[in-house]
Nanobody, 127 residues
């Protein structure tokens, strides 16, 4: 059974850091583009970052550029999101998602293009 499980969410002060992890089971991540999305209360789910199946290509939303870093370890079937200089507006539930293919359907252009989802992990940035 294909499954994605996120972890690492927590309460952190503004300016702090967190590292989110996404563990895959039931399939090999090597063949999937992967992405991180987030959803704040009352808002739509939005793309944060995307990484190709090999890890050779990445992209970031403008609002996290320079602060977040996406990575993956296909040998461990894991994906990560290092989040630095966190802001209150980064608060939300963070989801990892997978889409078959080196770049998936659209390299995480929209949440609708992603085929598999985790349950999410809550990140709260507050003093």
């Amino acid at each position: 059974q294909l499954q994605l499980v996120e972890s690492g969410g927590n309460l952190v002060q503004p300016g702090g850091s967190l590292r989110l992890s996404c563990a895959a089971s039931g399939f090999q991540l090597d063949y999937y583009a992967m992405g991180w999305f987030r959803q704040a209360p009352g808002k739509e789910r939005e793309g944060v970052s995307c990484i190709s199946s090999s890890g050779g290509s990445t992209k970031y939303a403008d609002f996290v550029q320079g602060r977040f870093s996406i990575s993956r370890d296909n040998a461990k079937n894991m994906m990560y999101l290092q989040m630095n200089s966190l802001k209150p507006e980064d608060t939300g539930v963070y989801y990892c998602a997978a889409d078959p293919g080196p770049y998936g359907k659209s390299f995480c252009r929209t949440a609708d293009d992603m085929d598999y989802w985790g349950e999410g992990t809550l990140v709260t940035v507050s003093s």
